[in-house]
C-alpha cells in the first residue's frame, strides 16, 4: 500500500502563498493535518480559512506567525505547534532581487542567508519531529546553473543545497531534503512586474522550457509530498523545473 499523509502533522514555513501554500493545500488534500506560518497574521488567517474549505472533515489546519529571520521566534513556534512529522521551509523570495553581481546590495545578501540558510538550522535545531519524519529544504536551479549575474544568489541556493545533505548526516534517521524549483507562477511575479511585460516574460520562459510552459506550485507540491512519503531518501535535492538544466 503506497505512503500517504493522511493524519500526519505537517508544518508549513511560508504556507500562506506561493510554493508553500501550495504544498499545504497537496497535505490537506491527502487528509494530512496542516499548519501555516509566516510573517504576516493576515495571511495566516486567509491561508487557513482557503486550506479549512478543501480539507475533508477530520483534517485539522492552523496557522501560526513567524519570523524566519529571528532564532527566538522560530524556537518559539516550534515550541508551540508541538511534535510533527513533517516539516518544510518554502519562505524566502524578494531577497534575491537585490544581490545581483556586482551591484550587491549587502544587506538584501545577508536577508536572504537569514531566510533561506539560517532560518533552516534554527527550525532543525528546535523542532520536534517523530524519528521516522522528515524536513524538506527549498533551494532553486541557480546552485547548478547560475544566470549571468546571479553569482550571489547561486552560493545561497548551494548553501541550502549543502545544509540539506549535512542536516541528513546529522538528524538521521530524520530525513533532510531540498527542492529546487525552476521558473514558477506565483503571486510574487505580480509584485516584481507589471502584468504587460510579466506575461512577455513568462511567455519567453514557457518558450525556453522543455516542458513549454511555467511551472505552477501545485507541480513543485509534487515534489515535496513525495519526499516526505519516501522513507529511503535523504540528503538529496529534486530539480523541478520543466528541464530547464538541459537548455
Not at 547548478?144 to 548551494?158: L, M, T
Not at 530524520?174 to 502584468?195: C, F, H, K, Q, Y
Amino acid at each position: 500500500m503506497a505512503t500517504t499523509l493522511a493524519g500526519k502533522t505537517v508544518l508549513v514555513v511560508g504556507g500562506t502563498s506561493g510554493i508553500g501554500y501550495g504544498v499545504a493545500e497537496a497535505v490537506v488534500a491527502q487528509g494530512g493535518h496542516v499548519i501555516v506560518a509566516s510573517s504576516t497574521q493576515s495571511k495566516v488567517d486567509s491561508a487557513v480559512q482557503r486550506l479549512q474549505k478543501i480539507g475533508a472533515k477530520g483534517v485539522k489546519v492552523s496557522g501560526a506567525t513567524v519570523n524566519a529571520r529571528e532564532e527566538q521566534s522560530i524556537k518559539a513556534l516550534a515550541e508551540s505547534v508541538g511534535e510533527v512529522d513533517h516539516l518544510v521551509w518554502t519562505c524566502g523570495d524578494l531577497e534575491m532581487i537585490g544581490i545581483q553581481f556586482p551591484n550587491i546590495d549587502a544587506a538584501a545578501a545577508k536577508g536572504a542567508f537569514e531566510v533561506r540558510f539560517w532560518g533552516p538550522i534554527y527550525a532543525a535545531k528546535y523542532a520536534k519531529i517523530k524519528a521516522d519524519g522528515s524536513i524538506v529544504l527549498t533551494t532553486g536551479n541557480a546552485a547548478s546553473k547560475p544566470p549571468k549575474a546571479w553569482s550571489v544568489p547561486a552560493g545561497v541556493c548551494g548553501s541550502v543545497e549543502s545544509l540539506a545533505r549535512g542536516l541528513a548526516v546529522e538528524l538521521a534517521p530524520i530525513r533532510v531534503n531540498a527542492v529546487a524549483p525552476g521558473s514558477v507562477l506565483t503571486e510574487m511575479w505580480d509584485t516584481l512586474l507589471p502584468a504587460d511585460i510579466k506575461d512577455t516574460v513568462l511567455k519567453g520562459v514557457a518558450e525556453q522550457s522543455l516542458a513549454k510552459r511555467v511551472g505552477t506550485p501545485q507541480d513543485m507540491a509534487e515534489a515535496y509530498v513525495f519526499l516526505m512519503k519516501c522513507g529511503f531518501i535523504t540528503g538529496n535535492t529534486i530539480h523541478v523545473d520543466g528541464g530547464a538544466l538541459l537548455v
